[in-house]
T-cell receptor, first 112, second 109 residues
Framework: EAQVTQNPRYLITVTGKKLTVTCSQNMNHEYMSWYRQDPGLGLRQIYYSMNVEVTDKGDVPEGYKVSRKEKRNFPLILESPSPNQTSLYFC???????????FGAGTRLSVL | GIQVEQSPPDLILQEGANSTLRCNFSDSVNNLQWFHQNPWGQLINLFYIPSGTKQNGRLSATTVATERYSLLYISSSQTTDSGVYFCAVTSSNTGKLIFGQGTTLQVKP
């Protein structure tokens, strides 16, 4: 089954404790991206990747890192999480930025 | 940057009613997608529709790119249709996917 898989689905952590949210797709997509969704602000892009080893900042990249060492994986790294990073996070993939975007099930993160 | 406006922001329907959701965008786009976010937060692809009309069961969508709007029609609504409907466009200039603020739909039995 074609899908985008995020893990974990739910995470509660404390300020400053490094964490990684994984994202994997099995559709051989070149384009992958991360979004966060906040009440009143909608969905905003954090980072995106056009292909392996190619990443770029989205609209709200501060406090986040990404890497794209393999085509199928695009982890989101929070080196020192802060409470303002409490949010619902989505990973997405597609054949390109102008193609259908497929979203993962989301990761609810709470930073205390 | 490109602006994406959805209307209405909220909609309450009785089961079986029909509805039309609208998405206006301020600049030329390379694609347009409609999503349904269910009560569990999952984003479900409904339509990829940069132009023209598509139908999928009780749902259909029309995009008129030259006039910069898209419509999502829901017929014979069911309680499972409840949730938030998002329109998202990819700007021809920046290549970024921009979401509207969504329409929150509640279908009452």
């Amino acid at each position: 089954e074609a899908q985008v898989t995020q893990n974990p689905r739910y995470l509660i952590t404390v300020t400053g404790k490094k964490l990684t949210v994984t994202c994997s797709q099995n559709m051989n997509h070149e384009y992958m991206s991360w979004y966060r969704q906040d009440p009143g602000l909608g969905l905003r892009q954090i980072y995106y990747s056009m292909n392996v080893e190619v990443t770029d900042k989205g609209d709200v990249p501060e406090g986040y890192k990404v890497s794209r060492k393999e085509k199928r994986n695009f982890p989101l790294i929070l080196e020192s999480p802060s409470p303002n990073q409490t949010s619902l996070y989505f990973c997405a993939s597609s054949f390109g930025q102008y193609y259908v975007q497929y979203f993962g099930a989301g990761t609810r993160l709470s930073v205390l | 940057g490109i602006q994406v406006e959805q209307s209405p922001p909220d909609l309450i329907l009785q089961e079986g009613a029909n509805s039309t959701l609208r998405c206006n965008f301020s600049d030329s786009v390379n694609n347009l997608q409609w999503f349904h976010q269910n009560p569990w937060g999952q984003l479900i692809n409904l339509f990829y529709i940069p132009s023209g009309t598509k139908q999928n069961g009780r749902l259909s969508a029309t995009t008129v790119a030259t006039e910069r709007y898209s419509l999502l029609y829901i017929s014979s609504s069911q309680t499972t249709d409840s949730g938030v409907y998002f329109c998202a466009v990819t700007s021809s200039n920046t290549g970024k996917l921009i979401f509207g603020q969504g329409t929150t739909l509640q279908v009452k039995p």
